[in-house]
């Protein structure tokens, strides 16, 4: 049963697990193209928010909530790939932050294609942005990649395709712990 999150409001420093399904869309190297539902989950360290330059106190307007994440778990299947699984890149850190409701996020990722014998990375953090009304994001609040991302065979360290894109379509929240004050 997911959590309730209140709208335009700052939480406390806490650890989010979400679920979450993200559509992205892949082109590989004398392989093909397509987009692939990945559905699983992401887990947050959100740090307490930042109070803004100019204010006293922390505010949905002034305020910026940072959160690294530590974990991101997801898996579908494509006509064209077959399984994909996607994790976090542990070589490169992943973060995102809301201040008024703006997000952003880099997320380096590792995307395995077993049926292509295939274990990519991308070459620099997929950028994306959204407009939101809660930290963490839930529901349908769309957050989209800016660009596409290059993917590198994690072995050979060969261009092998792009992430052409990535459209988080849905998450809600699983579970929710406050760090120890």
Do not use: K
Request: glycine fraction near 6%.
């Amino acid at each position: 049963m997911p959590i309730e999150v209140r709208p335009r409001t700052l939480p406390a420093a806490g650890m989010d697990t979400t679920i979450i399904t993200i559509h992205e869309q892949y082109q590989v190297e004398g392989v093909g193209e397509d987009t692939v539902e990945l559905r699983g989950t992401l887990v947050a360290d959100r740090a307490a928010p930042l109070v803004g330059h100019g204010a006293e106190r922390a505010d949905w307007e002034n305020a910026t909530v940072v959160a690294r994440f530590t974990s991101l778990d997801l898996s579908g299947t494509s006509d064209v790939f077959g399984p994909v699984h996607a994790v976090l890149d542990p070589r490169t850190p992943s973060f995102g932050a809301v201040t008024a409701g703006r997000c952003a996020a880099a997320i380096s990722m590792v995307v395995s294609m077993p049926e292509q014998n295939l274990l990519l990375h991308t070459a620099e953090p997929v950028q994306l942005r959204s407009e939101v009304n809660t930290v963490p994001p839930i529901g349908d609040e769309q957050t989209v990649s800016i660009a596409p991302v290059t993917l590198v065979d994690r072995n050979t360290h060969r261009e092998m395709g792009t992430l052409q894109s990535a459209r988080v379509v849905w998450r809600e929240l699983a579970a929710q712990i406050p760090h120890a004050v």
